[in-house]
């Protein structure tokens, strides 16, 4: 079993920005690096869109609305993947859900965290 535990998000004004990191309390750092780690969020049709990832090959991915705009990124040796949103719209006002893709156990997902973007 595999624990993922977001923080960070909240409330903040169009154009602010906010950092949300997802941590993977309990995993032993050689077994992180294999992990692809991934961000996604709730969209109105309920569905999880794709927001940004890192691969365990080191590639990134980011979703087609927030290229320019956010950036991902991985510490292996602290176990946390990190997502700066700048520039952020009434449109991104989500929960947002860290997703990890182990090699040998599937993936696992944590609670969420809200970001709501309103003036």
């Known amino acids: 079993q595999v624990r993922v535990v977001e923080s960070g998000g909240g409330l903040v004004q169009p154009g602010g920005s906010l950092r949300l990191s997802c941590a993977v309390p309990g995993t032993i750092t050689s077994t992180f690096w294999t992990y692809t780690v991934g961000w996604y969020r709730q969209n109105p049709e309920n569905q999880r869109e794709l927001v940004a990832e890192?691969?365990?090959?080191?590639?990134?991915n980011y979703g087609d609305s927030v290229k320019g705009r956010f950036t991902i990124s991985k510490d292996n040796s602290q176990k946390k993947v990190y997502l700066r949103m700048n520039n952020l719209q009434p449109s991104d006002t989500a929960v947002y859900y860290c997703?990890?893709?182990?090699?040998?156990?599937?993936?696992?997902w944590g609670q969420g965290t809200q970001v709501t973007v309103s003036s």
């Open positions: 997703k990890v893709e182990t090699v040998r156990t599937g993936d696992y």
């Open positions: 890192v691969t365990r090959d080191g590639n990134i």
